[in-house]
Each structure stands twice: as C-alpha cells, then as structure tokens.
C-alpha cells in the first residue's frame, strides 16, 4: 500500500523562505541617474566612463566634485568681511542680497550693501542637497532630476523683468521645460550695471568659460539714459567676461551677447501713432538696438550677431512685397502695437510682454545656445512661423484634452 504524505507549511515559514534567496531586488525607488541635459554635444561633449567599471558611481563622483568646488569657489570670492556685512543688513528685510552685497567688482569696488529681488539658479543648485547618485532637483530643465556638472562651459541668461521667471506655471503653459541647462540671474528693475555685478558676483571666479546673454537695457531708459551711455556700461561688461579667466583646456574663452529690447509703450510713441507722450524714448531705443547690433557683430567669432533681436516684439508690422530686399526687422516697418500681447492693460503702464510671449522669447534664447554649441543649425525663426507654431500646439493640446 502506497503512502500519501502531504505536507503544509506554516505561512509565515512560506514567507520566510521567500525572503531569504539569494536574488536581491533593484531599488526602483531611487534609479541610476539620467543622462545630464546636453551631454553628448559641444556643451558637454562627455566623461570618460568605463562601462564595466560602475559609470553610474563615476558620474556620481564629478556631480558631487562640481557642487563642492563651485560652492567653495564662490564662498571664497565674497569680501573677507561678508559675515560682518550680512549680521548689520540680514534683519533690514527679506530683500537684503547676500549675492551682491558680499561681492567687490569693477562696477562697486567697494562692496556695497544691496537691497532687491535676485533670482538665481546657480545659488539654488550651490545650497541643494545631492540626493541618490550626486544628483540635485532643477526647477528649469525638462530632466528635473540631474547632475551638478551641466557642461564644460556655462550658458547664463542675464536678465530684468524681461525675462525673469520666463518659464512661468508649467502646468499650465505646458512647457516641459529645457533640452540643456541654462543658468538664470533674473533681477527685476535691474539696470546693466547692477547686472554686470550681479554676474560678476555669481561667476567671476569661475576657470569654467562661460556664454553671457544680456536681456535687459529697458530700465536703464526708463531711468533716463541716453544710448551711448548704456553701450558704455555694456562694452565694461563685455570686457569682463571676455577677460575671465578659465583654466587650460576648459573649452575655450568665453563670449558675451546681448538681445535687442523690445519698445514698451509706456516710454515709447510709434512715428505712425497718434499718441502724444512728454517724455517719448522711441529715439533713444532705436539708436540703441542699432548700437547694439552693432556690439554683436564686434567679432564674428564669437557668434554674437546670432543673439535675440527683441525689438519688434509685442509690435504689428507692415507687410512687405515679396521682392523686398534687406532687414525685416526695422523700425520702419512697425505701425502699431499689439495690445493683446502686453501684460498691463493701458499704454501708460505697458512695460512688460505677456506671459506666452514671454515664453516665446525664453524659448528664442534657449534656441540662441543651442545654435552656439552646435545643437541645431540656424535659430533664423521668423517671428510670424513662431507664432503659427505656438497655435498649432494649442490645438493639438485642445484635441488630445477632447479625445480623453
């Protein structure tokens, strides 16, 4: 006779015995980390990574190397007093800088103490904690998730209110964010020479080459300044930068460009307007941006002729026969304002785009470096096809939302 024997584990034996095998399960909560925004392009060409030897822990070591280094690089360019400075003026208010107070340049050899509203992305990855893998949360790029080291050199957006924030609210614009990491300083009613210090305050100490665009200029007009002056503390600027000196082999000498502004009604009066203003700055602003281009084209070079030309933003223009040769972009040709594209709502207040234009014009400077390093060919988008192709999105943002 033949003898069944059935035998029945206790559960929790059952579990024990699942848990103790020799296969260990990945940690999905915290996976190797992503690709740095750019890499594999002249803005950051790549590591020297051995693919059997941990590349995940390599480029977890130059993440944590690059915030260690430029935290303390720009620690021990402060003012050998800056503790002292920050006790006495900490408490005057939230807008006391500690970036530009704690700084002495060309602009404020002596430092000085400065009270405004400095948004910085470089002082916002220097005080993030590394998180799994050396990496740091970025609030600006479309890898939210990525390395300290964004490249062998720096693309810096310098800007007013023009462009500060330009991203805006992302849920609701739906802008995914950016392909390559460009560095923000971002002060509202700052004028060149206060961002050329600011500038200077965050990056002058660096041996790694950077790429300055300047969107600004409109606040020094509105204070008064005639164009001449403006170019002058423009050109000091330019001087800076170009004279930054970057270790051996960093990628060569760094570059300097600046955007045309646009004409906000507020301080200027179309010749084809009827408006009356006392103190119409439309000639100051024309010579300007021709000065400006001017700038741009100092040294081919260097690619600054490619920057951003603003100056007819926010503006309704002539159309011009087919056969029309030379620039497009002329004053001349602009008739009147595009009401709707401005932020405020009366000319007298009018200073600012709106938020979609303001997101076009971010997404023209994204599209000025990635022409610099090589990325895509030609940035030569004509203002109207942007616009087709930000209606063009909207509609197929409609559709997909209707197709739900």
């Not at 970025?138 to 462009?163: A, D, E, M, Y």
């Not at 995914?176 to 002058?204: K, Q, S």
């Not at 408006?275 to 021709?290: C, G, I």
């Not at 951003?308 to 087919?322: N, S, V």
Request: charged share 25%; proline share 7%; glycine share 6%.
């Amino acid at each position: 006779m033949e003898l069944s024997i059935s035998v029945h584990k206790h559960p929790n034996l059952q579990r024990k015995e699942k848990t103790s095998s020799m296969f260990k399960l990945p940690d999905l909560s915290s996976p190797p980390p992503a690709i740095p925004p750019g890499y594999g392009t002249s803005l950051y060409p790549g590591e020297n990574l051995d693919p059997n030897n941990s590349p995940e822990k390599i480029l977890e070591e130059i993440s944590r190397k690059r915030k260690s280094t430029e935290l303390a690089t720009f620690v021990k360019s402060k003012v050998k007093n800056y503790r002292d400075i920050r006790k006495e003026n900490f408490h005057l208010g939230k807008k006391y800088c500690s970036i530009c107070s704690e700084y002495s340049s060309s602009v404020f050899p002596q430092s000085q103490v400065i009270f405004h509203n400095h948004n910085s992305s470089k002082s916002l990855r220097m005080s993030a904690a590394p998180r799994r893998w050396g990496v740091y949360p970025c609030s600006s790029c479309k890898t939210q998730l990525h390395s300290f080291k964004t490249g062998i050199r720096h693309p810096v957006l310098v800007t007013s209110s023009l462009l500060n924030n330009w991203q805006g609210d992302k849920s609701v614009n739906q802008y995914p964010g950016d392909d390559i990491h460009v560095d923000m300083i971002g002060i509202p009613g700052g004028t060149v020479r206060i961002l050329h210090h600011a500038f200077m305050a965050e990056f002058g100490s660096s041996s790694t080459p950077v790429d300055v665009l300047v969107v600004g200029t409109v606040n020094d007009v509105m204070r008064g300044k005639d164009a001449p002056k403006i170019i002058r503390d423009l050109r000091k600027f330019k001087n800076d930068v170009l004279s930054m000196k970057t270790r051996a082999g960093a990628g060569g000498r760094s570059t300097f460009s600046v955007a045309t502004p646009p004409f906000p009604p507020k301080i200027a009066v179309l010749p084809y307007e009827e408006r009356v203003l006392q103190d119409n700055r439309f000639e100051t602003l024309s010579t300007l941006t021709n000065m400006i281009r001017e700038l741009n084209r100092g040294d081919p070079r260097l690619k600054s002729f490619k920057a951003p030309t603003f100056h007819t933003w926010g503006l309704k223009t002539k159309k011009l026969d087919p056969s029309f040769y030379g620039p497009r972009n002329l004053m001349e040709i602009c008739t009147k304002y595009r009401d709707p594209q401005w932020r405020e709502k009366i000319y007298t207040e009018m200073v600012h785009l709106n938020d979609s234009s303001r997101l076009r014009m971010g997404k023209a400077v994204l599209m000025f470096f990635k022409v610099l390093y090589g990325i895509v060919e030609s940035k030569d988008i004509p203002k109207v096809l942007a616009l087709e192709i930000e209606k063009q999105e909207k509609e197929s943002r409609k559709r997909k939302h209707y197709d739900r």
